[in-house]
């Protein structure tokens, strides 16, 4: 597996990976837009230390496949994808990413991703509101960023049962929980960085003090 270097070039290194890979999304891949603030995020936390480029390569990998899932058009690095396609493509890059985590050694991300992965899927069912879908997804995005950086705790694990019982404040829950953690880890910074870069709605936003 190739060393990855900085957190910052997560994605022009996604992008490399991509084109160099022969994968059904490899001709789409472009010059890449945007920011990896999930990446720097989940990478300046105490358990990501010993590899912080990997760990942001991959959760931008898996943001990534997210966006193709869900977002086509907001997509960073592989362009002009839609339909099956986009589903395909979605489905590889979640499967890139979960596979370079495992072969880190770190279960607990794994499962993290996974219940992200799982969850995200339960939100955008139809079952919610689009605008209501759209919100607790960018909170659990940032909770499960900051529970891999930092280690899950039992707020962010309550949170993470409000969305899959369909709480109305788990988009709430799931933002506050990340607050407290990153707060108590020094990442207050990387958080409010990351809030911008996914356009949180501020009015649904404790203090990040």
């Known amino acids: 597996m190739p060393a990855v270097s ?5 994605l022009d290194q996604l992008a490399a990976l991509l084109r160099a890979d022969d994968s ?16 720097r995020l989940v990478a300046a936390g105490p358990r990501t230390a010993e ?11 898996v943001r990534e496949g997210y966006l193709l899932h869900y977002a086509p058009a907001s997509t960073r690095v592989v362009r002009d994808a839609d339909g099956d396609l986009a589903l395909l493509g979605g489905d590889y890059l979640y499967a890139l990413g979960l596979e ?46 900051t529970a891999i950086a930092v280690g899950p705790g039992s707020a962010y694990e309550r949170a993470k049962a409000e969305v899959g019982t369909g709480a109305a404040t788990a988009a709430e829950s799931l933002i506050a929980a990340a607050i407290e953690a990153a707060a108590v880890a020094g990442l207050g910074h990387p958080l409010e960085q ?8 501020t009015h649904h936003l404790p203090s990040l003090g």
């Open 6 to 10: 900085e957190p910052a070039a997560a």
């Open 24 to 39: 059904v999304i490899s001709p789409m891949v472009g010059d890449p837009r945007g920011e990896p603030v999930l990446g």
């Open 51 to 61: 590899a912080p480029g990997e760990y942001a390569l991959v959760v931008e990998a």
């Open 100 to 145: 370079r985590l495992a072969a880190i050694g770190d279960l607990s991300a794994v499962r993290e991703l996974s219940d992200l992965i799982s969850l995200a899927a339960q939100l955008h069912d139809g079952s919610r509101a689009a605008e209501r879908a759209e919100l607790e997804a960018t909170a659990l995005w940032l909770g499960c960023a």
């Open 194 to 201: 990351a809030v911008a870069g996914l356009d949180f709605p």
